[in-house]
């Protein structure tokens, strides 16, 4: 049974900081790129940033230099690390898995809550 569960998310005050972990099963996760979508009632889930098996990142303009993904295979595990938060990064995100060579029907998270206000 696939699996992808996102964790991490929570409350933090604007310039705050946040780490969410997705955590995958069921599947040959290192053939996979991970990668990080987010979502705000009313508006279109949008791409956050995206890690491929060989580790090459990829960040929306609106992260860069704030946000790094991480993964570790052994663990089966990708990491958002959240820097210098600011109240428009909240959203829910989740964790989306596709295979990086055949694509195919993508894996999906639940979702976590990640909520930037003072």
């Known amino acids: 049974q696939v699996q992808l569960v996102e964790s991490g998310g929570g409350l933090v005050a604007p310039g705050g900081s946040l780490t969410l972990s997705c955590t995958a099963s069921?599947?040959?996760?290192?053939?996979?790129?991970m990668t990080w979508y987010r979502q705000v009632p009313g508006k279109e889930r949008e791409l956050v940033a995206s890690?491929?098996?060989?580790?090459?990142?990829n960040y929306a303009d609106f992260v860069k230099g704030r946000f790094a993904c991480s993964r570790d295979n052994a663990e089966n595990t990708t990491s958002l690390q959240m820097d210098t938060l600011k109240p428009d990064d909240t959203a829910v995100y989740y964790c989306?898995?596709?295979?990086?060579?055949?694509?195919?029907?993508?894996?999906w998270g639940q979702g976590t809550q990640v909520t930037v206000s003072s």
């Open positions: 989306n898995a596709q295979h990086w060579i055949f694509g195919g029907t993508p894996y």
């Open positions: 890690i491929t098996p060989r580790s090459e990142t």
């Open positions: 069921g599947f040959t996760f290192m053939w996979y790129t």
